[in-house]
């Protein structure tokens, strides 16, 4: 038997349900303005975000959620006094995506919490005396935000902020590490450093703002940590065994994570047990 379809209601009365909460129809018009929002005109939209902004906690990130791409300066004011009152994470996102800069360098360290920081200097990139911090986000956002601004960094310093890359994979026991989406198991082929997502994404950006000394020298200290893999007991007894690619992969990661470390130089090297 089909399904059978209903009729959309009037959005106007959607809406005015939805705002009475004593119309006993307030989760329903909820999630019928929801399943519509994208099919309905602008003025709308405004009517409903303005309303989602004036509910709940779950109501109001919804909102916010829909303001990073439908931003309208009239909401400016409600924005602003729902951000200094609440400190909301998802406002903050608002707040940094579409307020004029000056506001987010007098609140700077209110909204630089967590990831916020990083898209605080993409808007800032711009900015030529606008200082980024490295020491106030991960070494892959810095240099992500040192390529939008136009900026470069020492070979020097690139290989410290790849060396630190490479001490943060080693910290944490596979499977909490991220290979790199371009990752594919051949069995004939060596797992890389440059194959966990975080390095790898490193020495794009590296080679986007011209530190091919840096990767140069990086590379060859891959291959040198490759061919500590390739000989050593563990990896040959590996390839005995009747794995499947997935057990495989994670085994070998592993592996290459543990002579990574043991390739570091000492001042980066993670000390663990066994």
């Known amino acids: 038997m089909r399904k059978k379809m209903t009729h959309n209601n009037p959005i106007a009365g959607v809406i005015k349900n939805y705002m009475n ?10 999630q019928e303005i929801r399943r519509r929002f994208y099919g309905l005109d602008w003025k709308d939209q405004k ?3 303005n309303a989602f ?9 919804w909102a916010y959620t829909r303001l990073l791409d439908l931003w309208d300066d ?6 602003k006094d729902l951000w200094e009152q609440r400190h909301e994470e998802r406002c903050a996102w608002v707040v940094i995506r579409h307020f004029p800069l000056e506001y987010l360098k007098r609140h700077m360290d209110e909204l630089k919490e967590g990831r916020n920081y990083y898209f605080i200097c993409r808007r ?3 900015d030529a005396d606008y200082e980024i911090n490295r020491d106030q986000m991960e070494e892959t956002d810095y240099l992500m935000a040192l390529y939008h601004a136009n900026r470069h960094v020492t070979d020097s310093e690139a290989m410290d902020i ?15 590490l991220l290979l790199s989406r371009s990752y594919r198991l051949d069995r004939n082929v060596m797992m890389e450093a440059s194959d966990f997502s975080g390095i790898s994404l490193a020495l794009y950006y590296l080679k986007r703002m011209g530190n091919e000394e840096a990767v140069e020298i990086f590379n060859v200290w891959d291959d040198e940590m490759q061919a500590s893999v390739r000989h ?15 057990d495989l992969t994670d085994r070998l990661a592993t592996i290459v994570q543990k002579h990574m470390n043991q ?11 066994e």
């Open 21 to 30: 909460k004593k119309s006993g129809k307030v989760t329903e018009s909820r």
């Open 53 to 61: 902004l004036d509910a709940g906690s779950s109501d109001r990130n």
């Open 263 to 273: 390739y570091l130089p000492e001042k980066y090297r993670v000390q663990r047990e």
């Open 74 to 79: 009239g909401f400016e004011t409600k924005i």
């Open 232 to 246: 050593s007991p563990e990896y040959t007894a590996l390839l005995k065994q009747p794995l499947s690619d997935h």
């Open 162 to 176: 790849l060396f630190k890359t490479v001490r943060k994979i080693c910290a944490h026991w596979w499977p909490t």
């Open 124 to 126: 800032m990139a711009d």
């Open 47 to 49: 009517k409903i975000i």
